[in-house]
């Protein structure tokens, strides 16, 4: 009896995923539990495994195919098993996402003959811009495509070629959609953490070596009051209207080898600080196990970005993780001699960059929430008030 | 020398029946009244009653006995004075003429030729004026020979009277009187050759008939625009010179057939289904047909005109390949 192999649900959220490659070929033996292929969907890339014992008969979904939760992508049976139809019952999980100029009914238009020559000189159809009735490629396209391409082609020696797929292409797809589509102002500002400092090495005076606070969750903390106090930056546009949101769910950028990630700490607002600490050093080192649950990775209101511990920026211009309005980057804790009270001091100070989108929030709104944030971080105690 | 089309068939006649005393003439008004478009004037004259024969208003029969006399022999051309009245002849053509070499071995053939007049664009209405020469095609036996100057009529027609098989010779109204270069004496073009009537480049043109002229016209006005069209006459739709026809796609990459005949069931259909069976990876652009359209031809002129395919159309169908 062949079993299908059918595309999982990856979180509550999920949608649709996208598969990014195929680990194992068709005639391949493979066990239950074996990785068959990876799929990807805006947030996580997963393995989907082997139901069961067989031969993987046939790949139904191709590399690219963007489908829909129990779409069908392969199946697996016994050698000569009849297998029609589970295949006729299926929709064809043929590649997706293309969107050259010229698509009608999932198909490119392109006449047969700049077909064959774009087969001939392995040319990717999807890339070709059509210029024929209805948009449709033409011999004499591929022809130009060929030209350009051999002018354009890059055969410089390269250490490493790393595929722009996967969690490397969600980021940059995503980032450059923000970068279009936002107007983005950032706001940097110097703080002095010797409070907030002051403050964990008391808290922590009591606690156990593993569960003691780290500047980070105090920050968030401090930052989920901040929002709490004066909400406008956890807004987002929503089509015709502008929402303030309810929750506050605070997004922690975490870096990876290969890219980063964005778990959530949902309603950090209402956590007790030694939870949110406790939890923000469990997404972290799930996140760098590519062990998340997708669903802890959706429902960010606003972003924090931290690049304190390279000691190496002290402000920069992050960009905002959309549908969010605005997003906060850390940047190192330096020395410096400050002024206070008519006295130059040696006070430990941090960079903070807050990025908002224009369209959602003003200039002098981000300000305001951006001084009661500071107030906050320089008098921590009132975090907890 | 200068020939219009109608002196170039008759020219072939008469080398044919200098030639070959077995051959013979057959049809309504070919004799005293020298046929209803003058083609066969002066003939009788010439050759006798014997030779032109003046035959009853029986299309049915007119074809019916020169199966049998091709069988026993002899070599007739015969008439119909309209393409339209070979519905009144069909088992004759469709069951005896094109059968009987086969269902006799070979021992019988019918080495006759049936001449037939198509087209619209005289005022002829429904019932004269149509072009149905696909409707043959479709019958293995028969071959379809439908010259385009008057050089091709002749050298076609003195081929088809020597061939063996049943040959339909189609002639269109419009071109009778149409001068051309003729060669003199006994010249032949071969059955299934086509003819490139007009080098190009970038589409080409399948046309036939009547149809060559106007697409020659509709292709200089193109070249004026940048568009150098190939105009390919395959001469006879039945053998068909796919070869030439594949080897001018490929070179193009875009094909127009123009015909006269309604599009539905048109021998274009059989043209543009060869080509995407055999040279689909030749092609540029979709097939394009511009055919009359599916309705009986209308009397009235003004209606007539706008039937019949213009080389405005042909125009309009190459310039939506590009």
């Avoid at chain 1, 391949?28 to 292929?37: F, H, I, T």
Wanted: glycine share 8%; net charge negative; hydrophobic share 45%.
């Amino acid at each position: 009896m062949a079993s299908q192999i059918t595309m999982p649900k990856l979180g509550l959220s999920m949608k649709t995923a996208k598969v990014v490659k195929w680990l194992k070929k068709e005639g391949d033996a493979v066990k239950k539990g074996d990785a068959l292929l990876e799929v990807m969907t805006e947030k996580i890339t997963n393995k989907v495994e082997a139901p069961a014992d067989g031969l993987l008969l046939k790949i139904v979904a191709d590399k690219g195919a963007d489908l829909p939760i129990g779409a069908l992508l392969g199946v697996i049976g016994q050698a000569d098993e009849d297998i029609s139809a589970i295949l006729a019952a299926a929709p064809a999980g043929g590649a997706g996402e293309k969107k050259p100029a010229a698509v009608s009914g999932g198909k490119v238009k392109i006449s047969p003959a700049a077909r064959k020559l774009a087969e001939e000189n392995g040319l990717e159809i999807t890339r070709i811009i059509g210029t024929g009735p209805e948009g449709r490629i033409t011999k004499e396209d591929v022809e130009k495509a060929i030209d350009e391409g051999s002018a354009l082609a890059d055969d410089r020696p390269a250490l490493e070629v790393i595929p722009y797929e996967g969690m490397r292409n969600a980021i940059g797809e995503n980032m450059a959609r923000s970068w279009a589509t936002c107007a983005r102002v950032t706001q940097h500002v110097s703080v002095d953490i010797s409070g907030l400092l002051a403050l964990r090495k008391s808290i922590n005076a009591d606690l156990k070596e593993k569960e003691k606070i780290s500047v980070t969750a105090l920050l968030t903390k401090a930052i989920a009051r901040a929002i709490e106090i004066n909400p406008i930056v956890n807004s987002t546009l929503d089509g015709e209207v502008i929402k303030v949101l309810k929750d506050i769910n605070i997004g922690m950028a975490i870096a990876l080898d290969d890219g980063l990630i964005v778990p959530v700490i949902k309603n950090a607002d209402q956590k007790k600080l030694i939870d949110i600490n406790a939890e923000i050093a469990d997404l972290a080192k799930r996140a760098r196990r590519n062990k998340l649950n997708p669903d802890e990775m959706g429902g960010a209101s606003f972003t924090i970005s931290n690049l304190g511990a390279y000691g190496s920026v002290d402000a920069f211009t992050p960009i905002i993780n959309l549908p969010e309005s605005a997003i906060l980057g850390v940047g190192r804790t330096v020395e410096k001699p400050v002024a206070v009270n008519g006295e130059i001091v040696i006070r430990p100070m941090m960079g903070l960059s807050l990025s908002i989108d224009h369209r959602i929030i003003d200039g002098a709104p981000a300000a305001q929430w951006l001084k009661v944030l500071i107030d906050l971080i320089e008098t921590p105690h009132k975090i907890f008030v | 020398m200068q020939m219009t089309y109608a002196e170039a068939i008759r020219d072939a006649m008469r080398v044919e029946l200098k030639r070959d005393p077995k051959v013979y003439l057959a049809g309504e008004d070919i004799g005293v009244f020298g046929g209803c478009f003058g083609v066969t004037a002066g003939l009788l004259d010439e050759f006798g009653p014997k030779r032109i024969v003046d035959t009853p208003i029986s299309e049915n029969f007119i074809v019916g006995h020169a199966v049998g006399s091709s069988a026993c022999g002899l070599r007739p051309i015969v008439e119909i004075m309209f393409n339209d009245f070979i519905a009144v002849c069909f088992d004759e053509m469709c069951n005896q003429a094109a059968k009987v070499r086969y269902m006799f071995g070979g021992k019988a053939d019918v080495g006759m030729v049936l001449r037939m007049p198509i087209g619209a664009g005289i005022g002829a209405a429904a019932q004269h004026s149509q072009s149905l020469e696909g409707l043959l095609t479709h019958i293995p036996g028969l071959i379809s020979v439908i010259p385009s100057t008057p050089a091709d009529a002749k050298g076609l027609l003195i081929s088809a009277i020597r061939d063996d098989n049943p040959v339909i010779f189609y002639e269109h109204k419009q071109m009778y009187g149409m001068p051309g270069e003729v060669p003199e004496g006994d010249y032949t073009i071969p059955i299934g050759k086509a003819d490139i009537k007009r080098e190009g480049s970038d589409v080409t043109i399948v046309t036939w008939s009547w149809m060559v002229q106007k697409s020659l016209a509709a292709a200089e006005k193109l070249a004026a625009e940048g568009i150098n069209a190939e105009v390919l006459d395959p001469r006879t739709l039945i053998p068909l010179d796919k070869e030439a026809i594949l080897k001018s796609v490929a070179k193009t990459g875009k094909l127009v057939i123009v015909h006269e005949e309604v599009k539905t069931s048109g021998f274009g259909g059989e043209i543009a289904a060869i080509v995407s069976e055999e040279g689909f990876d030749y092609l540029d652009a979709p097939i394009k047909r511009v055919a009359a359209p599916d309705t009986p031809i209308p009397f009235s002129p003004a209606l007539e005109q706008a039937y019949i395919p213009s080389e405005e159309k042909i125009i309009e169908a190459v310039k939506a390949l590009f």
